[in-house]
Each structure stands twice: as C-alpha cells, then as structure tokens.
C-alpha cells in the first residue's frame, strides 16, 4: 500500500512539474507580447494572471482536502443514564399508543404505559416469588417478611391469586414483595392462574425463582425464557433441611451445571423458609417427647437480595423499565399493523373498482394499458399515508408505471383475463361479458398492484430480495384461488353490471 502511495504521489508532482514549467512558459510569452506596446500593462497583466492562477489552485487544493478527508463519524447522542432511556423509550410508545383508533386496546395500553411511568418516578422495587405451588413460595414470603411487613393493594385483576407487601430491607427505600400462584396448582383455574404468575415474573425488577429439587422440565423451561428475556434471577433452592449434606452439595452442583450460561453460581441460593419440626426424645425429666419448631434459614437469601439491590437496585428497575415499555411498544405496533392493514386493504378495493368502472364504461381496445387501468398514482399516495409514508403524485406515478411493466413483462393481464373470462361468459351473454371481463380485469389487476404496494410499505420501502417481480408474483399467486376468484366474479357483476 505505502508504494502505491508513493508512486501516485511521484507522478503526481511529475505532472505538476510539467504544467508549472508550461504555465511559466505560457506566461512568458504573454508577457514577451504586450510588452513590445507597453511594459507596465505587462505587468499588470501577468499580475493579475498569478493572482487569478494562485486563486484557482487554492480552491482546488480546498475541494481536493474535502473530497480526500477522511469521513466523518455520524455521533447519535444517547442518554448515559438508563432511566432516561427507559423514558425515551416509554415516550415512543406512547406516541405509537395515540395512533390506535380502537378504544379498548388504546386505553388498555394507556393504563400500561401510565403504570410505568409512575414506577419510573416512584422508583419502587418489584420483587417477585416465582415457582411450583409445592416448593415453598409462601413461607419463603413469609420468613422474608418477619414482622416488618405490611400488606398493600395487590395488582389489579390478581387479588384473588397474588399477594403484595412491602418490606423495609437497609439501604432502601421501598421494596414491594409479590407472591405468585403456583405454577401447577391443581384446580380449575390452574391455566389461568400459572399465566398470572408468568405476567408477574415478567414485572419484576428482581425475581426469586423457588425450587425444592433439581430442576423439573416445568421449571426449567420458565428458567430459560424469563433468563433469556434479561429478567434478573435468583434461584432458590429451599426445604434444604429435608437432605443430607452429600444430597444437597450434589443437587447445588447439578443445579449450577443446569443453568450455565444462565445463571451466575453465586445467584444460587440454599434456605429452609420453614423447616420440618423436630421431635425432642422423652427424658428422664420429661416424661413425654417435646415438638421443636427451627427458625427459618434465610440468611443466604437476604445476603444476597441486599448484594444485588445495592449494587444493581437503580439499574434493574431501569432495565425492567426499557423492557416493559418495548413490549407495550410491541402491542402497540401490532394492533398499529392489524389497524393499517384494514385501513390499506379498504384503500386497494375501493380504488380496484374505480378502475375496473372506468374501464367497463368504456372499454379500450388494449387492455395491457395497466398504467391508466390497474395501477392508480392516487392509490399509491393513499397507501403510504396509511403507512406514514409521504408519496408525493410524481414518485407515485413512477410506481405504478414500473408495477405496471413488470406486470406487462409477466404476461398477467392476458392471465387475468382468461381466468375471469372463462367464469364470466357462463353466466352472461357474450356481449356483455366483454366489458365485463375488461372491467373485471382491471379491478382484478388492480388489485394486485394495491397489494403488492401494500407489501412495499410494509417492508419500509422494499420490494425485498427478489425485487418487485417477485412480489407481484407472490400476490398473483395469493390472489387467484378458486374459491377467492368465485367472490370477486360475484363482487364484479354486482358492482359493474
């Protein structure tokens, strides 16, 4: 590379050596001739002239910097802080919630999207029990809480199935404690109830996945997904008490195999929330045996929640946050696409009747004319605005001529017309089956011109990897079931006869 450097750059002082030496030469007889009129003038002319010259290779030396510089890097300034990020993107999806035109959806997400901004300000922390209805949730709730705990207003729609409290832990503010039905309780409303208890996880800023035993598929499968999802986890490995220390040393390394990948192994955690009694033997002072109750073993568990609040507290409620807010953004977008295609799909038939009308009025002897029959500029128009997309009437037009090429060049209007032609003249005369079948033609064709844009703006302006003859092929092929091709000959000889 630096030879090749060097090389250009020796020819290229060459060159600039040739053409000083020409340009002195140039000069000189410039000079040479007006002198022998008037020495002065000479002067001032070839002045003017090194002036002139000294201008010009200043600015070819500027635009020569500008054009060899090395790019600039475009700078996009994020927030540094992750809470503002989390407030910009729950401000995008609110913008996207304002957009919905129906009501129950737009209010449903509103309330979401208001909740997190409360939570945002309030800067409350979620902590949620998450697991089988037989590990253990809620004593382990239970031990946690001590006598410091008071009861608050469960989420709504879970009162029934969900417990809220708040807990004072050192160093912060507020905690709230959720306990969650069991994964598998056994009633009827077992389902309904085990997709509670995953929304809730979902929630949390911190959740405490409780077990018992190695991982089950149950289990493990909820693990993964909530782990995946960026959820931050603690495994809970409870009724330790009911095992001997070789068994649980064996299920704590299974467990910490099981979840590599997942799991930090310091994000496993043993506890015994409420130990199995014990028996005392009789004594010669007693003359029966007497019932001990342990206190819970918890302490692993409250060490390590502090650990992590102290050290990840504002983050986590900030990431759970973004997340929460990007999956309102994703419902949001969804019933946005549900709510587009409907607006879209309506645009395409009114306007594939506009122009299968005009064409069976007056019918014109070459119906591959697709850029005044099948494909209409205002359609296209209309179509980007659904999708907020400005079109102005002159990209519009060179659109619809180039579908309308493509579809020329793929010999489906000549298609078109013989498949509708053929369900057309067994019903009517042929006369009138005539401009029918060109009325239906264009209608049909437009059709497939309006949805093909319709997958041009949904794929933000691309016709995709195999260009728009492969679209227009898609559609062709979508649009031309026997049973769809029935309804749109019925349509057409209701609405063009």
Known sequence: MRRSVLLLS???????FILLLATLSTLGQIYSAIAAFS???AQAVITLLILLLIAALAALSYYLWLFLRPKRKRVVTLPDDRSDTAAMSLQSSQQQIAQIEDEIAKQALAAKSQNLAQKLSSRTFQMVVFGLGSAGKTALVNALLGEMATPVE???GTTQTAHTYRIALPSQEEILITDTPGLLEASEWGEARAQMAKELAASADLLLFVIDNDLHRVEYEPLAVLSKMGKRLLLVFNKIDRYLPE???QIIQRLKERTQGLLHPEDIVTTAAKPAPITLPATSETAISETFQPEPDIA???DRIITVLRTEG???IANNLLLQSQRVSDDAKALLTVQRQQQADAIVDRYQWIGGGVLAATPLPVVDMLATAAVNAQMVVELG?????EVSIEEAKQLAVSLAKTMAGLSIAKGVMKMLALGLQMNITTALASK???GASAAYLTRIAGKSFIAYFQANQDWGDGGIQAEVERQYQLNRRDEFVKQFLNSALQKLS
């Open 300 to 302: 692993n568990l409250s």
């Open 154 to 156: 469960a989420t709504l």
């Open 436 to 438: 029918l079948v060109q």
């Open 10 to 16: 020796a020819i290229a002082l060459f060159i600039t």
């Open 39 to 41: 020495p002065l003038l």
């Open 314 to 316: 504002s983050d986590l």
């Open 385 to 389: 605005q659904v999708y907020g997309i």
């Open 247 to 249: 068994e649980k040393e």
